[in-house]
């Protein structure tokens, strides 16, 4: 399976504070992105990074990619507590989209 | 509001029965996708479709069937329901066969009895 699976599974960190969030996966793959899920809605897309691209920027956000090593990474940096949420990364490869389990990432006051 | 309907947002049904879960995708979408979401499994990718047709098949059981319209709103079918089929059922659209970012819907929450 090409499913990635995120590291760690629940994290908690005080606000203002970066955040980092990794993910691993198996197979090749054309892209790799990143969703972020409040409580029990749909998944809202942040960031996608292509498989000939190392790292992408997009507000607080930073994303990595190591395509030799198979894994990704998602830094928050100066945390809010709106940012408290699962977040997930998703492996695309062919018409396949692939989640992993997420990361649940609380932000205390 | 990501564009993406789903209908109905919760829906209670007993062991045997037989459900249908609608999907409206986004404007112009073109494609969609179905995902099942439950605590244990994550999320786990069910089937894609493309302007009407099949695209790609994930861990969809033979219990479960879609298909997508040709005004492209989609329906997933799930019949002889189990326990365990109790999840969160999403679908998610997105411009091209597999063009990315996805648009995900808020997801049909079923409960089986």
């Known amino acids: 399976s090409q499913q990635g699976e995120e590291d760690p599974q629940a994290l908690s960190i005080q606000e203002g504070e970066n955040a980092t969030m990794n993910c691993s996966y198996k197979?090749?793959?054309?892209?790799l992105q990143w969703y972020r899920q409040n409580s029990g809605r749909g998944l809202v897309h942040l960031i996608l990074?292509?498989?000939?691209?190392r790292e992408k920027h997009s507000g607080r956000l930073r994303v990595t990619l190591d395509t030799s090593k198979k894994s990704s990474s998602l830094l928050i940096t100066a945390s809010r507590a709106a940012d408290t949420a699962s977040y997930f990364c998703a492996t695309c490869r062919d018409d396949k989209i692939i989640f992993g389990k997420g990361t649940r990432l609380h932000i205390l006051p | 509001d990501s564009g993406v309907t789903q209908t109905p947002k919760h829906l209670i049904t007993a062991t045997g029965q037989r459900v249908t879960l609608r999907c409206s995708p986004r404007?112009?979408?073109?494609?969609v996708y179905w995902y099942q979401q439950s605590l244990d499994q994550g999320l786990q990718f069910l089937i894609q479709?493309?302007?009407?047709?099949?695209?790609a098949k994930g861990n969809i059981l033979e219990r479960f069937s879609a298909q997508q319209f040709p005004d492209l709103h989609s329906e997933l079918n799930l019949s002889s329901l189990e326990l365990g089929d109790s999840a969160l059922y999403f679908c998610?659209?997105?411009?091209?066969?597999?063009?990315?970012?996805?648009?995900f819907g808020n997801g049909t929450r079923l409960t089986v009895t």
């Open positions: 998610a659209s997105s411009r091209g066969p597999s063009s990315t970012p996805l648009h």
């Open positions: 479709y493309y302007n009407g047709e099949e695209r």
């Open positions: 990074i292509r498989s000939n691209e």
């Open positions: 197979t090749s793959i054309n892209n």
């Open positions: 404007s112009g979408d073109l494609s």
